[in-house]
């Protein structure tokens, strides 16, 4: 994956969410790339916006070619990720580990977020002792903190 990968939001290009699946956003990039293929443009389009399209276009399948495939999808996933850590995001609140909502079935660590939203932790990476996760919705984060 080449290093600019993270300067474009793909899922904000495909009007996706960090929680869509494969098949949702499969969904969005179908309907967006007959939205914008040049070939299915109008007659009276004017040039200026045939551009604005034809260059959405590129965009949303460059998007596609990421988060259409599960291992570029993880990949950029942890990169945002860690891009996340090294930025100042705001963060909502501290929350002790042992608050969090432990969920069986999925090996992971659950917080609802004052958005609706929720933060999601996978049991694997619950064991650094202190650190930053997003929500999976909006923009806030929350620092978690690990005393054991
Ligand atoms: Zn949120």
């Given at each position: 994956m080449s290093s600019n990968t993270l300067q474009k939001d793909w899922y904000e290009i495909l009007g996706?969410?960090?929680?869509?699946?494969q098949q949702e956003l499969r969904h969005k990039y179908q309907r967006l790339i007959l939205l914008y293929h040049p070939d299915k443009q109008?007659?009276?389009?004017p040039a200026g916006e045939l551009e604005e399209r034809a260059q959405r276009f590129i965009e949303i399948d460059q998007a596609w070619k990421i988060l259409g495939n599960e291992e570029t999808k993880r990949e950029y996933d942890l990169q945002r990720r860690e891009v996340a850590m090294t930025q100042k995001w705001p963060v909502d609140a501290q929350v002790p580990l042992e608050d969090m909502n432990w969920i069986e079935a999925d090996q992971c660590y659950t917080y609802s977020c004052r958005c609706g939203g929720e933060y999601i932790l996978p049991v694997d990476e619950a064991e650094e002792n202190m650190f930053l996760i997003c929500c999976h919705t909006c923009s806030l984060s929350i620092e978690i903190l690990n005393k054991s």
């Open positions: 996706a969410g960090l929680s869509d699946s109008s007659a009276d389009v």
